[in-house]
């Protein structure tokens, strides 16, 4: 069983709408999760962290449910500058190892 | 200038041959991690290092060794590509005690022939 796993997509969604990647997780012992974006052909970067709280960036939020090991990320208002895929990251361990999901791809369109 | 710098970008070289991908990075991070990126199956991990003196064997290094010359630097070796090894290839670093970010390179598209 992978690590991370996310629905390849991709998601075609029109400007402005709602739209949500949820990524399930393995094994109970990780730490911390994250969202990084990715264009195509380019290197990943963070989109942000997630916490056990929830938490929101504008127009992103993200949610952890340790309980039911997944974690997921909401983005409001659509822009075309979402188009791209969103990679779900978890860090196990004492030694910052992190498990990457195979991505989640947005397509928003006019 | 970027933080993280992979040379080459990419570069195309048949089967057997050595290749030597290099990385650097201005951040002053201790942890480097070397990813190849394949389609539908996300990063995975090869090698990564948490000084200069510790490297460790990711989840896909047959066929790779690696090389932590200084803090700063971390190099991927294909001793003898093979075509399957054609991949995207990403090099990252973290912070030790710090945010857990990773900051990515640019990666280097490798194909073997």
């Known amino acids: 069983r992978k690590e991370v796993e996310q629905d390849p997509g991709p998601f075609n969604v029109p400007e402005g709408a709602t739209v949500a990647f949820n990524c399930t997780y393995s094994n109970s012992a990780s730490q911390s999760f994250f969202w990084y974006r990715q264009d195509c052909r380019k290197e990943p970067k963070l989109l942000m962290s997630?916490?056990?709280s929830g938490n929101e960036d504008g127009r992103f939020t993200a949610q952890l449910n340790r309980a039911s090991q997944y974690i997921s990320l909401l983005i409001r208002d659509s822009k075309l500058s979402d188009s791209a895929t969103y990679l779900c990251v978890v860090k196990r361990g004492n030694f910052n190892k992190f498990y990457f999901g195979s991505g989640t791809k947005l397509n928003v369109k006019p | 200038d970027a933080d993280v710098t992979q040379t080459p970008r990419n570069r195309i070289t048949k089967t057997g041959k050595r290749i030597m991908l290099e990385c650097s990075q201005t951040k002053g991070h201790d942890r480097m991690y070397w990813y190849r990126q394949d389609p539908g199956l996300g990063l995975r991990l090869i090698y990564y290092s948490f000084d200069v003196k510790d490297i460790n064997k990711g989840e896909i290094s047959d066929g790779y060794s690696v090389s932590r010359q200084a803090q700063a630097k971390f190099s991927l070796s294909l001793e003898s590509a093979i075509p399957n090894q054609t991949a995207l290839y990403f090099c990252?670093?973290?912070?030790?005690?710090?945010?857990?970010?990773?900051?990515f390179g640019p990666g280097t598209r490798l194909t073997v022939l």
């Open positions: 997630v916490y056990s």
């Open positions: 990252a670093t973290s912070d030790f005690g710090g945010s857990d970010t990773q900051y």
